[in-house]
């Protein structure tokens, strides 16, 4: 008999899979780190990335992301915090490569939004928040950079309310601010949390529990503000309800300084306690996968050249239900064919390391799996089944896109094709251009050309030009037989992208609004945000 325990969904209880989102700069590589820290995960910040200081990105694997300081690709952290098995995936920050924070953000359970505290929310954060809502997923708000001067946070919290429309419900206050930040309150429990400041911030910061009566002789006129401002929030529908904030209505507000570690470990507990574990999804035709049904999973990222050594394509899948083994035999669903999964493994950051058993909530990573591509379905034993796939965004950048050198036509489409399947750009065929030739290039962000450009030169060794297209507007149009309607001059044209959809594209509203009048049954719709 199996002597492992194969209960999936005590398993599945036991996991939590989330992300952090974050305007650019918020802090979320720091915030990483310390999460990792505080679970032991590392013993030393900057130990993720290989290097020292705290000045690292979790993924900075090209180049180009050190040229430029960000973190385009994600990376997922696994560890065990309390009994609790975690998978941290992380996003790009850059509103350029927001896509790919929506398919992350379609593979978790729940999301840390961070807050720079002297930003509050910004134009992207806002956006972020959207997306979380359009997939009813519960929000963690962490107000970061604590320790520098901010805004108020009862600013703070009236911000969120207003703008994001979810409820703060704060889970800490702080007690003073910048320099004279020294913890916080624990609104569950009126005990303060003391931090002790650690030069560099490389180790986790000792910490202390103090009673309320302590608390208040040690910080005088800070604890008493905070306590205050923690009552009015409360008394004005902030206290905690566990279930508003499953709902996605209300949103557990912390506060914290990553770069010093101050703050994070209550994040941690929180999820642990109180962020929902695995739940049952829906396939594409709307019924729930249970837990326990057989493995299914479905691919949520794929990404290549992690290892500058060999260039190797890692695809990262998201277990839905079931027990994966290493090395058992699985269906892609999308293409029917078999895949054997002998090569499973788990990153944490640059470091991987063989993975032999997961569970759903668990992220796996599928290494040299060439065949799969992102929103594919696997399946083990049992009827087929297909999640639903990921949208994609609408784009707003055209370019089209030619080999500078001719001669390596094979390794510029070979190359186009692989960016494709990463989903790095869309890929499009002009059918005024005529089929065959320079494929056109769409994007949601320009910076997504950048690193289509810098890969295809650097990595695949087939340098490409880009002759730039003048539309912004883009919608899809439904009836084939009207595509001469919109495919007429410069100022629009039609694109076909090569998942099969006819997108009608115009220089500007302007062309859009043209068209229309003069032609009032043309057929077009709008691909807000994204399309199935
Ligand atoms: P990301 O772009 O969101 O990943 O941001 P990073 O983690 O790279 O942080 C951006 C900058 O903010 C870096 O210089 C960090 O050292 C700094 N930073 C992050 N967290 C804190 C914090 O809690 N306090 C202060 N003072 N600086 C922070």
Redesign the pocket.
């Given at each position: 008999m199996n002597s492992r325990v194969t209960d999936v969904p005590y398993e599945a209880a036991r996991r939590r899979a989330f992300a952090v989102i974050?305007?650019?700069?918020?802090?979320?590589?720091?915030?990483t780190e310390a999460i990792a820290l505080h679970a032991k995960a590392i013993t030393e910040a900057g130990a993720v990335h290989g290097k020292a200081g705290?000045?690292a990105?979790?993924s900075d694997w090209m180049r180009m992301e050190q040229a430029r300081g960000?973190?385009i690709t994600s990376a997922v952290l696994r560890f065990s915090y309390r009994g609790t098995l975690i998978n941290l995936v992380d996003t790009p920050?850059h509103a350029d490569f927001s896509e790919d924070t929506y398919r992350v953000v379609s593979a978790v359970d729940s999301v840390v939004m961070?807050l720079d505290a002297a930003k509050g929310l910004e134009a992207q954060t806002l956006k972020l928040f959207d997306v979380c809502r359009s997939h009813g997923l519960p929000v963690i708000t962490f107000v970061?950079?604590?320790?520098?001067p901010g805004r108020d946070a009862l600013d703070l919290c009236d911000e969120l309310a207003a703008r994001a429309g979810l409820q703060p419900m704060p889970l800490t206050w702080p007690i003073g601010q910048a320099g004279e930040f020294h913890g916080v309150l624990d609104c569950r429990d009126r005990t303060m949390v003391r931090y002790q400041r650690i030069a560099g911030g490389a180790i986790a910061a000792p910490e202390k529990r103090l009673e309320s009566a302590e608390a208040a002789a040690q910080q005088g006129v800070a604890w008493w503000r905070a306590c205050e401002e923690a009552d009015l929030l409360a008394a004005s529908g902030g206290g905690f309800d566990h279930e508003r904030f499953l709902a996605a209505e209300a949103s557990p507000v912390l506060f914290?300084?990553?770069?010093?570690n101050h703050g994070v470990r209550p994040l941690l507990d929180f999820l642990v306690d109180f962020a929902p574990a695995p739940r049952p999804r829906m396939d594409a035709t709307r019924r729930p996968r249970y837990l326990d049904a057989p493995f299914s999973a479905f691919v949520f990222k794929v990404q290549t050249g992690m290892n500058p050594a060999h260039r190797d394509q890692i695809a990262f899948a998201r277990v839905c239900s079931g027990e994966f083994e290493r090395g058992m035999v699985v269906t892609n669903g999308t293409t029917s064919r078999p895949f054997a999964t002998k090569y499973a493994q788990q990153a944490f950051g640059r470091q991987r390391t063989t993975l032999d058993v997961a569970y759903p909530g668990d992220v796996i990573g599928l290494v040299n799996a060439t065949a799969l591509r992102v929103g594919d379905t696997l399946f083990g034993s049992g009827p087929p089944v297909r999640f639903p796939r990921l949208p994609s965004f609408a784009p707003a950048h055209f370019a089209v896109a030619r080999p500078t050198d001719i001669g390596r036509g094979k390794q510029f489409s070979r190359a186009i094709a692989q960016l494709r399947t990463e989903g790095v750009v869309q890929v499009m065929r002009s059918q005024r251009r005529g089929q065959g030739t320079a494929p056109v290039l769409a994007a949601v962000g320009p910076m997504q050309f950048d690193v289509a450009l810098h890969r295809m030169e650097w990595e695949f060794g087939a340098p490409m030009t880009l002759e730039h297209l003048p539309y912004t507007v883009v919608r899809r149009l439904s009836d084939p037989s009207q595509r001469s309607l919109v495919d007429t001059g410069r100022r629009s044209e039609v694109l076909v992208r090569d998942d099969g959809m006819e997108l009608a594209v115009f220089a500007g509203q302007v062309e859009l609004a043209v068209l229309q009048r003069l032609w009032p049954d043309l057929k077009l719709d709008h691909l807000v945000g994204g399309i199935g």
């Open positions: 974050s305007h650019p700069d918020a802090g979320k590589s720091t915030l705290r000045r990105v979790v960000i973190s920050g961070l970061n950079k604590w320790d520098r914290g300084a990553a770069l010093l």
